[in-house]
């Protein structure tokens, strides 16, 4: 099943909360997070072709944001690309009331403290994932997802707990 390029930024924009709320989960600074939302549209748009319609856009577009987000600024330099976006592709920026940001806050602000693979387990999970979609899209044994899920929602606890104790 091949896109077209109106296809792929109409189902970017549907979508981009998805981006955003990835870029959020990694990075902290608003710049990285701005730099990583490039480079996963970047990713997307690489590897389109990859996308085969066997699944739904937004599992595959979950699949390519976390790998890209875990290997991101792994590299010490980074090569430029010979690919490039259209220019007219921008995504606007998901607005939030006060209370829902402050919550949004202290919830990141914890999962910051979180490991790559912790990071990737705890977004899925409030995405909604099962823990079958969830080690599919990571390549873990459900088994093993189920294990590290609950270690990673008790330690996410405990961060917050110590956060809102002042610890």
Same mark, same amino acid.
């Given at each position: 099943?091949? /896109? $077209?390029?109106? &296809?792929?930024?109409?189902?970017?924009?549907?979508?981009?909360?998805?981006?955003?709320?990835?870029?959020?989960?990694?990075?902290?600074?608003?710049? =990285?997070?701005?730099?990583?939302?490039?480079?996963?549209?970047?990713? #997307?748009?690489?590897?389109?072709?990859?996308?085969?319609?066997?699944?739904?856009?937004?599992?595959?577009?979950?699949?390519?944001?976390?790998?890209?987000?875990?290997?991101?600024?792994? !590299?010490?330099?980074?090569?430029? =690309?010979?690919?490039?976006?259209?220019?007219?592709?921008? /995504?606007?920026?998901? &607005?939030?009331?006060?209370?829902?940001?402050?919550?949004?806050?202290?919830?990141?602000?914890?999962?910051?403290? /979180?490991?790559?693979?912790? !990071?990737?387990?705890?977004?899925?999970?409030? &995405?909604?994932?099962?823990g079958e979609e969830i080690a599919k899209n990571l390549g873990m044994s459900p088994g093993n997802v189920r294990v590290k899920l609950n270690? $990673?929602?008790? !330690? #996410?606890?405990?961060i917050i707990k110590q956060q809102s104790h002042g610890f």
């Amino acid at each position: 099943m091949e /896109l $077209t390029e109106q &296809e792929f930024l109409k189902a970017i924009t549907v979508h981009k909360g998805i981006i955003h709320k990835v870029s959020r989960i990694y990075f902290e600074d608003a710049i =990285d997070r701005e730099d990583l939302v490039q480079e996963i549209i970047l990713q #997307l748009w690489k590897s389109l072709k990859s996308f085969n319609g066997k699944s739904q856009f937004s599992s595959w577009m979950y699949r390519v944001a976390l790998n890209t987000a875990i290997v991101f600024f792994k !590299k010490e330099k980074r090569k430029p =690309d010979n690919y490039k976006m259209p220019a007219h592709v921008q /995504l606007a920026q998901e &607005e939030y009331s006060d209370e829902k940001e402050q919550q949004l806050a202290s919830f990141y602000k914890a999962v910051h403290q /979180l490991n790559k693979i912790e !990071k990737a387990l705890i977004f899925q999970f409030v &995405e909604g994932f099962s823990g079958e979609e969830i080690a599919k899209n990571l390549g873990m044994s459900p088994g093993n997802v189920r294990v590290k899920l609950n270690r $990673t929602k008790k !330690k #996410l606890k405990e961060i917050i707990k110590q956060q809102s104790h002042g610890f």
